[in-house]
């Protein structure tokens, strides 16, 4: 099945063809130097960013996979969770796209593409075996951070187990690196900065972490950096730099595996698969995978491709609902929120505590 994805949520503008779970082609237009100098996402800006790339866009993934719209089965567009703005421009397109084509339109929720990305298999890039159902996902991004149980490829077979309770790990990266002065996106930059760092000069205490919850919570202890600086003094590009890095990053680096293998061990699962741009961290890659690998867990961590936002995996996530025959042309609903459902207890929203 060959199928075109268009993915415009945030802000990657971004088109793909893949056939079965081979990327065919893979174009992505990226707005991060339009929102550097504000330290994050503009939805205006967004929006209006995507409208005036989508185009060539799309038309590039066509050409680099020298197919056209009569070639593909269908086309998948993220329809949520997201920016408003920015996924109607997608979705008008593979809206008007279908129309001229008669071809079926699928409504791709985005968290479902990243928990299949590691599937996909980029030509030349080395992407790891792929896992068996179930398995675990952890989904670390700038808008996202939860953990789900991944019975199957459609949302039926999908379960959040926990997810965070106010900023995603991306986001708190990002808040922070504004914070410090170091520029967007956060991550890297932090990362980079860590990796030179001791954690273990600077105290900062881990959030919920005596609950046997799967929540997240990462905004306090991006005011836990914020009041260390209005006590300290902003740190210059120095050790005291450093140490605060790699302080934050071991906290968001232990948070998300420790949970995610409570969540397996809760499942009886010995997989978990990581996605999201957060997963291009190298401290959860690589002290992720010792961790996984003292609790008996196989760690699999997708090719840096496959992590960020793209619309392979919203074109992969889509064959699925194809398959069985989907067709959204008279009446795709564009959503902020994903409809995967969260497993919950009596009494309250504090899941398994
Ligand atoms: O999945 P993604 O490309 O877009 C969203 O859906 O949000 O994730 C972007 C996020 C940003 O917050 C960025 O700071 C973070 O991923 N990120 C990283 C690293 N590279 C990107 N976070 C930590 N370490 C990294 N190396
Ligand atoms: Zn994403």
Redesign the pocket.
């Known amino acids: 099945m060959i199928i075109l994805g268009i993915e415009t949520?945030?802000?990657?503008t971004a088109a793909a063809v893949v056939e079965d779970n081979l990327v065919r082609s893979d174009v992505i237009h990226t707005q991060i130097a339009l929102h550097a100098e504000f330290g994050g996402?503009v939805p205006e800006l967004a929006s209006r960013d995507h409208l005036r790339n989508i185009r060539p866009v799309v038309d590039q993934a066509l050409a680099d996979a020298k197919v056209s719209l009569d070639d593909i089965d269908a086309v998948a567009v993220t329809c949520r969770p997201?920016l408003t703005g920015a996924l109607l421009i997608g979705t008008q397109l593979a809206n008007a796209l279908c129309w001229a084509s008669e071809k079926p339109l699928i409504g791709v929720d985005?968290l479902i593409g990243?928990l299949l990305a590691v599937f996909l298999d980029f030509p030349g890039k080395d992407c790891p075996p792929p896992p068996q159902f179930p398995f675990i996902g952890l989904?670390?991004?700038?808008?996202?951070t939860a953990i789900y149980r991944v019975g199957g490829p459609t949302h039926e077979s999908i379960v959040e187990l926990g997810a965070t309770r106010d900023d995603?790990?991306?986001?708190?990266?990002?808040k922070i690196?504004k914070l410090l002065g170091l520029g967007?996106?956060?991550?890297?930059?932090?990362?980079?900065l860590a990796q030179e760092g001791d954690p273990y000069k600077i105290e900062l205490s881990t959030p919920m972490k005596n609950r046997k919850s799967l929540e997240f919570s990462f905004s306090g202890l991006k005011t836990q950096v914020a009041r260390w600086v209005q006590k300290n003094g902003l740190p210059k590009n120095d050790d005291t730099l450093r140490n605060l890095c790699a302080a934050f990053?071991r906290i968001?680096v232990d948070t998300l595996i420790e949970k995610s293998i409570a969540a397996a061990k809760m499942e009886k699962i010995t997989t978990i698969a990581l996605?999201?741009?957060?997963?291009?961290?190298?401290?959860?890659r690589g002290r992720g995978r010792e961790l996984c690998k003292n609790a008996e867990i196989d760690l699999i961590v997708p090719h840096f491709s496959a992590?960020?936002?793209?619309a392979a995996m919203i074109a992969y996530a889509g064959s699925f609902q194809a398959l069985r025959g989907e067709n959204n042309r008279d009446g795709l609903e564009v959503s902020p929120r994903s409809i995967l459902p969260r497993l919950t207890v009596k009494g309250g929203s504090d899941r398994r505590r």
Not at 9 to 12: A, P, V
Not at 139 to 144: C, E, I, M, Q
Not at 275 to 284: F, H, P, R, Y
Not at 307 to 310: L, Q
């Open positions: 949520s945030c802000d990657e996402v997201g985005h990243h989904v670390a991004s700038g808008g996202h995603a790990a991306g986001e708190a990266y990002d690196a967007y996106p956060g991550g890297p930059i932090i990362d980079q990053q968001v996605a999201g741009g957060v997963s291009a961290n190298s401290e959860l992590c960020t936002d793209n």
